[in-house]
């Protein structure tokens, strides 16, 4: 049973403390280990050492079931389980002077150390999407090749402000390619379906009947 057909949603309600829900099985069918349940992240930003982050696992468990309830995502009496991640530094925290302390370090480290490329959220300290994420990595890949830096990945997104930004900035001040592989033009062109789940092979399906059996 799905709880909700989205990939997520942002939660804006003074009675809870959780700020996204995650649906994982919108975001892939292989994430769901058991067709026939849901499975779902509630997501609690904080900092380290503070309340949140100091809850026992069974107590964040407890208070997750019971925001879902109040938000009326879920009956309690149908969770199976939970399990508790703490991600330390999930997103960068912007100050009055951050992009002067990243424009500095960027300056020193590419001027030092030419062959280390920063990339992703963490490494630049960037609040990115993941897909711009991804993008500064796979252009990367493309100066690496060249042996030069071919590609600006500090364009990437650069427009974006605190928030899911669409496609603000997502191509400014990039140069056209010149050409492309028969594999990169496939990527480029290729299409965002809904998933499925993989069909298992027979040899598979055959191992699961007798794991059943």
């Known amino acids: 049973e799905d709880l909700?057909?989205?990939?997520?949603?942002?939660?804006?309600?003074s009675k809870v403390k959780v700020g996204r829900v995650q649906n994982f099985r919108s975001?892939?069918?292989?994430?769901?280990?058991?067709?026939?349940?849901?499975?779902?992240?509630?997501?609690?930003?904080?900092?380290?050492?503070?309340?949140l982050w100091s809850m026992d696992d069974?107590?964040?468990?407890?208070?997750?079931?019971?925001?879902?309830?109040?938000?009326?995502?879920l009956d309690p009496a149908k969770v199976k389980g939970g399990a508790v991640v703490?991600?330390?530094?999930?997103?960068?925290?912007?100050?009055?002077?951050?992009a002067a302390n990243v424009a500095a370090m960027r300056d020193e480290l590419e001027a030092d150390y030419p062959t280390l490329h920063l990339v992703g959220r963490n490494g630049?300290?960037?609040?990115?999407?993941?897909?711009?994420?991804?993008?500064?990595?796979?252009?990367?890949?493309?100066?690496i090749l060249a042996?030069?830096?071919?590609?600006?990945?500090?364009?990437?997104?650069?427009?974006?402000?605190?928030?899911?930004?669409?496609?603000?900035?997502?191509?400014?001040?990039?140069?056209?390619?010149?050409?492309?592989?028969?594999?990169?033009?496939a990527a480029l062109n290729s299409l965002r379906d809904v998933p499925t789940r993989i069909a298992p092979e027979d040899g598979d399906r055959n191992a699961a009947t007798r794991r059943a059996a």
Not at 30 to 43: R, T, W
Not at 86 to 98: G, I, L, S, T, W
Not at 161 to 180: Q, W
């Open 86 to 98: 703490r991600q330390e530094k999930a997103y960068p925290v912007y100050d009055e002077d951050y």
């Open 147 to 185: 042996g030069s830096r071919i590609y600006d990945t500090w364009c990437v997104n650069e427009d974006a402000e605190y928030h899911e930004a669409g496609d603000e900035g997502a191509e400014k001040a990039l140069p056209a390619r010149t050409s492309v592989t028969e594999d990169q033009a």
């Open 27 to 51: 975001w892939s069918p292989e994430m769901i280990p058991d067709e026939s349940m849901a499975c779902v992240g509630l997501e609690y930003f904080c900092f380290e050492g503070d309340g």
């Open 4 to 13: 909700f057909p989205d990939n997520w949603i942002y939660i804006h309600d």
């Open 58 to 73: 069974a107590d964040l468990i407890a208070l997750a079931t019971e925001e879902m309830r109040i938000l009326g995502l």
């Open 124 to 143: 630049m300290h960037r609040y990115n999407n993941q897909d711009h994420a991804m993008m500064t990595a796979m252009l990367t890949v493309e100066n």
